[in-house]
């Protein structure tokens, strides 16, 4: 039998994704607000703290920072088998993770320090980066859009994903935690610099497509735009006809 670990603030279409998951029968073990949405969809479901054996504390701040977890997700099929059996750590195959909302929570007007703070995710991201590092076995999921092309792919592969597949996700999972930090290291640079700018500032950009040419015609280029780019503008213009850009 194989394992999915799932935990995530953005329930989008959790419960179906599991369920699909379940079919094919793979153990699902889950936490918090989670596990109870799982269980009102009559989905099984172990809780991580009966699979870990040490309960959930700190008001939820440490539920899946232990070493039967990422033990679980880290360790090397083929090579740390021993030591995973001797330690009772079953191998996890799946992770599906998305994180606290912290940058949702710190665009209200009404957001303190103290609330932001506990808006940042810590076994979230160790979970994702953990899961995505050991890509050669195990497949890291962190957006909801994901959720249809990993069932089918399931489902037409014999329960397992394509060495190709968990790359292309991997790196998705380090774009998306590298994109978390960023927010939380930018929020905090301007409290910390009393100012409306922080002292140093990180942004991510998505490639949009790659272009015919750069600045001269023997250049290779692409175009990137921001996540937050919804304005009206060159970078959300669609092209209908003529040659590619350059």
């Known amino acids: 039998m194989q394992r999915v670990l799932i935990s995530v603030s953005n329930k989008t279409g959790i419960a179906e994704f599991a369920q699909a ?13 989670t ?29 899946t920072l232990h070493p039967k977890i990422h033990g679980a997700l880290l360790g090397r099929r083929g090579i740390d088998d021993a ?13 599906v993770v998305n994180l606290y909302p912290f940058q949702q929570t710190i665009a209200k007007p009404d957001c303190d320090l103290a609330e932001a703070i506990e808006n940042i995710d810590i076994g979230g991201p160790t979970m994702i ?3 995505a ?18 069932v089918t792919e399931l489902s ?23 994109n978390y930090d960023a927010a939380i290291s930018n929020y905090l640079g301007c409290i910390e610099s009393k100012a409306a700018f922080p002292n140093t500032y990180t ?24 996540d937050e780019q919804h304005e009206s503008s060159i970078s959300t213009a669609e092209q209908l006809q003529g040659k590619a850009l350059s």
């Open 156 to 178: 037409e592969n014999n329960g397992v994903t394509s060495l190709a597949s968990r790359f292309t996700l991997a790196q998705k999972a380090f774009a998306h935690t590298a």
């Open 133 to 150: 590092k050991n890509y050669h076995t195990v497949s890291v999921i962190v957006e909801p859009e994901d959720y249809v092309n990993v």
């Open 21 to 33: 998951l379940h079919k094919l029968n793979f153990e699902i073990l889950s936490t918090g607000g």
């Open 203 to 226: 942004v991510q950009f998505n490639k949009k497509q790659e272009l015919r040419y750069g600045e001269n015609s023997h250049q290779k280029s692409a175009f990137y735009i921001s």
């Open 35 to 63: 596990a109870k949405l799982l269980r009102e969809k009559n989905i099984p479901v172990t809780d991580v703290s009966d699979y870990t054996g040490h309960p959930e504390m700190m008001d939820g701040r440490v539920k």
């Open 83 to 95: 030591i995973m059996e001797e330690l009772d750590i079953l191998p996890i195959d799946i992770v």
């Open 129 to 131: 980066r953990s899961a």
